[in-house]
């Protein structure tokens, strides 16, 4: 338990660390030096020492929406297996209380951007609303998967000790696609390229960033933090089904987590490195990839294990 | 366990569900050319003897079906500079949608009928369903001539794939005489194709309707 909590805390301080690697790739692609590692840190610390400016027509909705997504987001850490050790809380079905706490953040966030009444976070907050649904389709999808595959609802039953290694052993080959296809939703749920680029200038072109415009200070802070801890939980998701190994020692299993971790964070800043974001109306269709491999696995899974 | 063909005839049901979603021509014709090599690999590795003969089939179909058609397909693409857009009546996203109702329905048909000679392999009689379900889709919903062309290559494909199936030992002759019907159609498409790109500088299907007497 004890070790739940601190790797709770771990991941909650080094969601920061790590999203600063996705700007060191990015440098390195570019041909320059990139950030220090701690950028994120001193960014945060600059944020909270700031005061914040309220527009005279928001309301308390504004107020709610950055607490809200934080809270949520490390919510949702509590119950995520963290290299291979129980969750802090974990009960049959947390899944679906999960995929919702972050609808909660979710909507709370467009609440407050709809709340300043400003034309381009109305438009953000539609785009933002659109293409969450169909990664909720596929991420229901792959826990259909998992619930047929497992026969449990909750995911310490699917990444905690050797449960993810029993996966592969069952189904390798349908898991492979599922990686993939949960790629695609990180990318997307992060708002990372191709979906999304998180470092536009161009209100017309965002998605997440627009409507956050009006936030400032700790407000802003508190929101990038959430969006650092939201990474990190699909992160850790994909880390341990790459590497599932659990090798006698547990600090040879964290060891092996960090490595998945920085492989997963490192192939987010390749892709935005070499790829550019996608038109707006291709974006649903690459969404929509991730939904049909998803699909797809679960159709052949379901012939090979009847 | 699963079996190593259903490793391969996975990636092929994974192909066939790209290939609703393809908008370029050159990545389809890539599909094709790789089903086209695993349906010919495939049988030889179900029942079929492994004679010299055998051998010496299995690398003619492989060479045809996969190397021969999808190149010359892409070259006369080049050659002509065809617009390179599938050009569809249904969009991408209801088609990739299509195509997932397609493996589902495949995979339900496949498990009624349960033929006993091949139910070691789980995704062969649905890969082999799905097939030419996608080859008819692509025929009917792509106004590119060429993308239906590939459509009735790859619906041939699976007629092949059904027939070598379900009767397990047939014989060679039979299988290079399908063999040179898909040779002869596509042949005679290309001349059909060259009339039409003549007539109207583009392979688009829709203008065959403005033609009067």
Redesign the interface.
């Known amino acids: 338990m004890i070790e739940s909590i601190i790797l709770w805390l771990f991941a909650i301080s080094a969601a920061p660390f790590f999203s600063a690697m996705i700007l060191k790739v990015k440098a390195f692609f570019g041909g320059r030096k990139g950030p220090p590692l701690l950028i994120n840190y001193y960014t945060l610390i600059k944020l909270f020492k700031k005061g914040s400016v309220y527009s005279t027509s928001t309301t308390i909705m504004f107020k709610l929406g950055p607490i809200i997504s934080l809270g949520s987001a490390i919510t949702v850490l509590m119950f995520l297996p963290i290299a291979g050790q129980q969750a802090i809380f974990s009960f049959n079905g947390d899944i679906i209380f999960i995929l919702y706490t972050m609808g909660l953040s979710r909507f709370f966030t467009i609440a407050a951007a709809m709340d300043t009444a400003s034309p381009f976070e109305g438009m953000g907050a539609a785009r933002e609303a659109y293409f969450p649904i169909i990664c909720e389709a596929a991420t229901f999808m792959i826990f259909i998967l998992f619930y047929r595959l497992t026969g449990e609802l909750q995911l310490s039953a699917y990444f905690s000790g050797d449960n993810t290694i029993a996966l592969w052993n069952l189904a390798?080959?349908p898991l492979l696609?599922i990686i993939f296809s949960f790629f695609i939703i990180l990318l997307t749920e992060n708002s990372r390229v191709p979906a999304d680029d998180p470092a536009t200038h161009l209100e017309l072109t965002m998605i997440h960033e627009v409507m956050v415009l009006d936030h400032s200070g700790p407000d802003l802070g508190l929101i990038e933090l959430g969006s650092f801890c939201k990474l990190f939980f699909y992160s850790t998701i994909i880390s341990r089904l790459i590497l599932p190994f659990d090798l006698g020692f547990p600090g040879l299993a964290f060891v092996l987590y960090l490595l998945g971790l920085a492989l997963v964070y490192i192939a987010v800043g390749v892709i935005e490195s070499i790829i550019a974001r996608y038109r707006m109306d291709a974006v649903?269709?690459f969404v929509?990839?991730s939904f049909?491999?998803a699909?797809?696995a679960t159709?052949?899974t379901?012939?090979?294990i009847r | 366990m699963?079996h190593s063909v259903?490793?391969i005839l996975?990636l092929v049901?994974?192909s066939i569900?790209f290939s609703y979603?393809y908008s370029q021509l050159f990545r389809l014709i890539i599909v094709v050319g790789f089903q086209g090599i695993v349906v010919s690999i495939v049988p030889f590795f179900i029942g079929h003897d492994m004679t010299a003969g055998g051998i010496v089939f299995t690398i003619a179909t492989l060479l045809i079906r996969g190397i021969i058609i999808p190149m010359s397909i892409y070259i006369a693409m080049k050659k002509r500079a065809i617009q390179s857009k599938v050009a569809p009546i249904i969009g991408?996203?209801a088609s990739?949608?299509c195509?997932?109702g397609v493996?589902?329905a495949a995979?339900y048909i496949s498990r009624q009928l349960n033929i006993p000679s091949i139910s070691n392999y789980?995704?062969l009689f649905?890969t082999a369903i799905a097939l030419p379900v996608t080859g008819m889709f692509l025929l009917m919903t792509r106004r590119n001539a060429i993308a239906m062309v590939l459509g009735y290559i790859i619906m041939e494909n699976g007629i092949y794939l059904i027939g070598t199936t379900i009767s397990v030992r047939a014989l060679h002759i039979v299988e290079f005489g399908i063999l040179l019907d898909v040779l002869a159609g596509v042949m005679i498409m290309a001349t059909i194709l060259q009339t039409i790109e003549r007539t109207f500088d583009d392979v688009d299907t829709e203008n065959l309707r403005t033609l009067k007497e």
């Open positions: 390798g080959a696609f649903p269709q929509l990839t049909a491999l699909f797809f159709i052949i379901l012939e090979f | 699963i259903d490793t996975a049901l994974l569900l979603g991408y996203q990739i949608l195509g997932l493996i589902v995979t789980t995704l649905p």
